[in-house]
């Protein structure tokens, strides 16, 4: 009945899954029906801390006793306190912040904040990157989505924006091979960017994994020379951490593992663990005095207090409960599991990640070619045996991946139960190809 009455009223963005989920506990997602699911997309990669965590919920409630509608027009001791634990999470000079309701808008914030540091100029974003679905985060979007390709809905789109080719190793847009290609991409980027003229560009935009692309890691020293090049010709870096902030990859920050410092940081879906909308935007301290001028950026529930509530008690978690070593070293696990399926199983073109973000390519066996609709029926047969993850299979993308991002609470034996249920869904697959 809920389908049904979904698909009659409901205006669905994205692909429903034919399942109705009626809750959650931990790492599992539970129907209806009483099914249980193991969660390896951490809905979207928010949910951190597991499903329905006791100690999240006595936070929200002892949040929402207080009285929740309070805007940021006013001073609340909630929000001060997570803007200062969140600051001290981060490397001089990064020391300011301002709270937002979606990675969306947290990015738009920080385009913003990038044209006004440099008193305009224009955006380079990367294909196959994701960075919202707001006007200008959506013109950063390098991945082909529905409001670049409608022609109507493109008109909403600011001009100003320009994109290069990430550093996708496994399918170079140079037809190079790392280490050989001497980072062809890069020097072809900062060329670009000379040409241009660097005091025509205001800022880039990075995801420093590209997660909604098919889980792309650049290449060691890539992120390093890209933020050196930029930095030394005063245009501002942004790193999109959306996706990889707080613990996804091993790391408390993904900039960490190159140790990199870019200019600013934009943060969302784990702040809160999903359980309330919630991000964030952490710049240098120089450019407190130039954003604190403009008035251009916020919303009703920006800095709700229900949201820093949520940041603070996540960000407890993640260190009393050393989650982030803990999704370290679960996830080396998973990978070198992952790599050992990919031995087994032709269908694997590529397996890739760090941390809990992992990207299986799934391609014709013998060919690297993606196999588009072969990886939208694994996603189907990996639900079927009760594993839920992500699908990132597009035409315009020519790549085909399962994305895998649990909580990081998940442990030894949900890694292996997960791999166990990849391992039957993938012998079912090539067993029916072959048919």
Not at 47 to 67: Q, S
Not at 106 to 122: F, P, S, T
Not at 321 to 342: I, S, T
């Amino acid at each position: 009945m809920s389908i049904q009455l979904e698909r009659r009223h409901y205006l669905q963005s994205y692909r429903s899954q034919p399942a109705v989920m009626a809750g959650g506990k931990g790492n599992y997602l539970r129907d209806e029906q009483g099914r249980q699911y193991l969660d390896f997309s951490a809905q979207f990669s928010a949910c951190a801390v597991g499903h329905a965590h006791p100690e999240m919920i006595r936070a929200l409630e002892d949040e929402l006793r207080r009285g929740v509608g309070i805007t940021s027009q006013f001073v609340t001791e909630v929000r001060a306190a997570l803007a200062a634990r969140l600051v001290s999470l981060m490397p001089a000079p990064l020391d300011a912040c301002l709270f937002g309701v979606t990675g969306s808008d947290a990015n738009e914030y920080a385009l913003k904040v990038a044209k006004m540091v440099r008193g305009g100029g224009d955006i380079i974003g990367f294909y196959r990157a994701y960075h919202g679905a707001t006007a200008g985060s959506a013109a950063a979007t390098g991945k082909t989505e529905t409001i670049q390709r409608h022609q109507g809905i493109r008109q909403l789109l600011p001009a100003g924006f320009a994109h290069a080719s990430p550093p996708y190793c496994y399918r170079c847009d140079f037809g190079q091979t790392y280490p050989g290609c001497g980072l062809l991409c890069l020097e072809y980027l900062k060329t670009q960017i000379l040409h241009r003229g660097p005091d025509n560009i205001a800022g880039i935009i990075v995801e420093p994994i590209i997660a909604g692309g098919g889980v792309i890691v650049p290449p060691p020293g890539y992120l390093t020379e890209l933020v050196r090049f930029c930095q030394a010709h005063g245009i501002v870096v942004i790193f999109d951490e959306v996706v990889t902030g707080f613990g996804r990859t091993g790391r408390m920050f993904a900039f960490e593992h190159e140790g990199v410092v870019p200019d600013v940081v934009v943060l969302g879906k784990a702040l809160t663990s999903g359980y309330i909308p919630g991000a964030a935007v952490v710049v240098r301290h120089e450019y407190k005095g130039i954003v604190d001028r403009f008035h251009l950026h916020g919303h009703t529930h920006s800095g709700y207090p229900l949201m820093c509530r949520a940041a603070l008690a996540t960000l407890d978690l993640l260190s009393r409960d050393r989650l982030v070593e803990r999704g370290a070293a679960v996830g080396e696990r998973l990978g070198a599991g992952l790599r050992e399926l990919q031995k087994h199983h032709a269908s694997v073109g590529d397996v890739r990640g760090l941390g809990l973000l992992w990207g299986l390519e799934i391609v014709r066996p013998g060919t690297k070619e993606p196999d588009l609709p072969g990886a939208d029926r694994l996603g189907g047969l990996l639900l079927e045996e009760g594993l839920v993850v992500e699908v990132e299979a597009q035409p315009e993308l020519e790549s085909s991946v399962i994305v895998m991002h649990p909580p990081l609470t998940i442990t030894d034996a949900d890694a292996d139960a997960a791999l166990s249920m990849l391992d039957k869904a993938l012998a079912r697959f090539e067993r029916s190809a072959a048919d």
